[in-house]
């Protein structure tokens, strides 16, 4: 089982930045997805969800209106494009996957950074 997260990096305030997370290894559609970040000292928290179907997402009331979670199931991805970043946004962005019948079944992927700074 492998999550890989890319887009990570630097950016201005204002900026945009689009992660993908490439998942592999079980059954991608039968899976909830979403993206967590994590700063240093700090419990990791839920940023955008979607479910394994892709019809119905939630955001953390910090990123709605900027971020939006996508998935394509024929390409077992998971996207988040994030737009006006703000410099509260900089972070470790973490990819998650839920199976839909069991919540012990979970995988995150390794992490990308995102830090918006001028």
């Known amino acids: 089982v492998q999550l890989v997260e890319s887009g990570g990096g630097l950016v201005q305030p204002g900026g945009s930045l689009r992660l993908s997370c490439a998942a592999s290894g079980f059954a991608f559609s039968t899976y909830a997805m979403s993206w967590y970040r994590q700063v240093p000292g700090k419990e990791r928290e839920l940023v955008a969800a979607?479910?394994?179907?892709?019809?119905?997402?939630n955001y953390a009331d910090s990123v709605k209106g900027r971020f939006t979670i996508s998935r394509d199931n024929a390409k077992n991805t998971v996207s988040l494009q994030m737009n006006n970043l703000k410099p509260e946004d900089t972070a470790v962005y973490f990819c998650?996957?839920?199976?839909?019948?069991?919540?012990?079944?979970?995988?995150w992927g390794q992490g990308t950074q995102v830090t918006v700074s001028s």
């Open positions: 979607i479910n394994s179907a892709g019809g119905s997402t």
């Open positions: 998650h996957a839920l199976w839909v019948y069991s919540d012990s079944e979970l995988y």
